[in-house]
């Protein structure tokens, strides 16, 4: 249900159908909006001040829109009185085919008329003409119909959508232009339900062919499933906000569909569907304030943080090739859990196949890419720490699994090359990342990520992030990203990036020729002996966690396992 005053009704008659709108739930009032702040114009979008007046969010959405700031020649109304008729000419818009960079997407109709609807398409296929360097856009449809029903005609909307489009401030991410760009974001939504929507990301494992296909749906479930009292009020704060604030709404929306549907029977043979399902019929379940609600109370990683994430799934990506949509194939997703690890050429004495395809859900998106490849084993090269190094070194990431002598399993996901060790001369020193986790698998199964995942309050994000992370953009240009494939990705949840507590916090992994240590601070997650034959284990700091086994133990057989790219062979 749409919501309109009825002055509204004169001054944007235009496209709407006032049949399919709740005049009775509007607010008469006149307001107006005056501040400036940035931060009190945020509380006022998230509280929904003009969400209740037609003629009101459109004069904040002109006024937000029109501070975008832009390239140089970015069209506007005028150029579209100037073209329309030249690429429209007589004929229907309906009979005219849409550009391949909409993807077949969702045309959502919302509270639009007949003529709104082919208003939608021909301000579709003028942008087409003006923006030659689109490749893929699947949100623009519902961004331009959205629109609409707050412009005064046509020209305005196609200026307005033209002003989104050509943003060129490096810090404001808006809308994704590129299939690059598209699928990365697809990645990183993975990569964000993997550690803030963990029951969730449970299910999709369980029940999904291919886990980032249904993640890859998270911009539809906005862009074109989302009721319009919904997708409204999630534009009103991404205007002041920017492109976290889409991630934070489908998280929630993952997190809703979880709770509602949690114990039930699939409605359907697809999980991709029961969500869409799900999301269109959200007014069921969910009002829109609760939905935002729900979004904000999400403790995100920093814009910067995720700029970075965003970046190094980017060039995962474009190391693989897949930089645009196959026409003929279904673009290269991420190993579904049950294909990357076969059971056919999959052998650990340690895990069994299903063991293993729990922990391939766990790691990143980027490297799910790939299939497990044994680089070390004690069984086969005997149980020394200098060949643990000579043959764990030039690998990254790395899975570490022991099996002990009393058959208990634990593990750590390790983000980092061993080889970093020697930056620290012959001291032991700590490295890695925040992507670092450690694991039990038997007697029970429990995974313990960085304490700051779970517990940002204890650090805060430092102005040195914004010295080591590049600029996000709607279209990151491939020059703002190394070119040579043997760069390291973007250094994503490095501990410099935060205003630890102590170091201790931030204690990943360290290698010596005397011990191997996983986390750190009052306490040690791992320490592995020289022999490779004894072991401890603890609480500490950096993982918060619970010790992995029997707090000393005795090693059985230890495997080190890298990541084989499977797509370039």
């Not at 070390?376 to 899975?399: A, D, V």
């Amino acid at each position: 249900m749409c919501f309109a005053s009825p002055g509204a009704m004169d001054e944007y008659r235009c496209f709407v159908d006032w049949d399919k709108m709740d005049v009775s739930a509007q607010s008469q009032d006149t307001k107006e909006l005056t501040c400036t702040d940035f931060h009190e114009l945020k509380q006022l979008a998230r509280q929904g001040y003009w969400a209740k007046n037609h003629s009101l969010r459109a004069k904040v959405y002109h006024k937000l829109i029109s501070n975008i700031p832009c390239r140089t020649v970015t069209p506007d109304a005028n150029v579209y009185r100037d073209i329309v008729v030249k690429i429209i000419g007589k004929r229907s818009s309906s009979s005219l085919p849409l550009p391949e960079f909409v993807d077949n997407s969702l045309i959502p109709t919302y509270c639009l008329n007949a003529e709104g609807v082919g208003a939608v398409r021909k301000i579709i296929l003028c942008i087409a003409n003006q923006f030659p360097d689109i490749s893929f856009c699947p949100a623009l449809p519902s961004v331009i119909a959205l629109l609409l029903h707050y412009s005064k005609d046509e020209a305005e909307c196609f200026e307005q959508v033209c002003r989104i489009l050509a943003c060129n401030d490096p810090s404001k991410r808006l809308i994704d232009q590129t299939f690059l760009a598209f699928e990365s974001s697809c990645m990183t939504f993975g990569d964000l339900v993997n550690k803030y929507c963990q029951a969730a990301h449970k299910l999709m494992v369980a029940v999904s062919e291919d886990v980032l296909e249904v993640y890859s749906d998270w911009q539809r479930w906005l862009f074109g499933e989302l009721p319009m009292a919904y997708i409204a009020r999630v534009f009103d704060v991404f205007l002041v906000e920017g492109y976290k604030v889409l991630y934070r709404v489908a998280l929630a929306l993952l997190k809703f569909f979880h709770k509602v549907r949690a114990g039930q029977p699939m409605e359907s043979d697809s999980i991709q569907q029961d969500i869409r399902a799900f999301v269109r019929d959200i007014a069921k379940s969910v009002s829109p304030e609760r939905l935002l609600e729900k979004a904000f109370a999400i403790r995100l990683f920093s814009r910067k943080e995720i700029q970075l994430l965003q970046m190094a799934n980017e060039k995962a990506l474009q190391q693989k090739g897949i930089t645009v949509k196959q026409k003929s194939l279904a673009p290269p997703k991420r190993q579904n859990v049950h294909l990357a690890v076969h059971a056919e050429n999959f052998k650990s004495e340690i895990v069994s196949v299903k063991e293993m395809r729990d922990i391939w859900s766990w790691i990143p998106e980027r490297f799910a890419l790939c299939q497990p490849l044994l680089l070390f084993t004690t069984l086969e090269h005997g149980c020394s720490l200098s060949r643990f190094y000579s043959h764990s070194e030039g690998h990254e990431p790395t899975l570490l699994l022991i099996k002990t002598t009393a058959k208990e399993v634990c593990g750590a996901y390790l983000s980092t090359d061993w080889s970093e060790r020697r930056r620290g001369g012959s001291k032991l020193s700590f490295f890695g990342t925040g992507e670092c986790f450690v694991f039990r698998l038997q007697p029970e199964v429990e995974r313990y990520e960085w304490v700051i995942i779970k517990h940002p309050e204890l650090a805060s994000t430092t102005s040195e992030t914004e010295n080591h992370a590049q600029p996000a953009s709607s279209t990151l240009s491939s020059s703002s990203i190394p070119s040579d494939p043997s760069d390291r990705l973007s250094p994503f949840l490095a501990a410099r990036h935060f205003n630890l507590p102590s170091k201790t916090a931030s204690m990943f992994m360290a290698g010596s020729s005397d011990c191997i240590i996983v986390g750190g601070g009052d306490g040690q997650a791992l320490y592995l002996d020289a022999d490779l034959n004894h072991g401890r284990t603890s609480h500490c700091n950096t993982f918060n966690n619970q010790p992995l086994c029997s707090e000393s133990f005795q090693i059985s057989i230890l495997e080190v396992w890298g990541f084989r790219d499977t797509m370039n062979g």
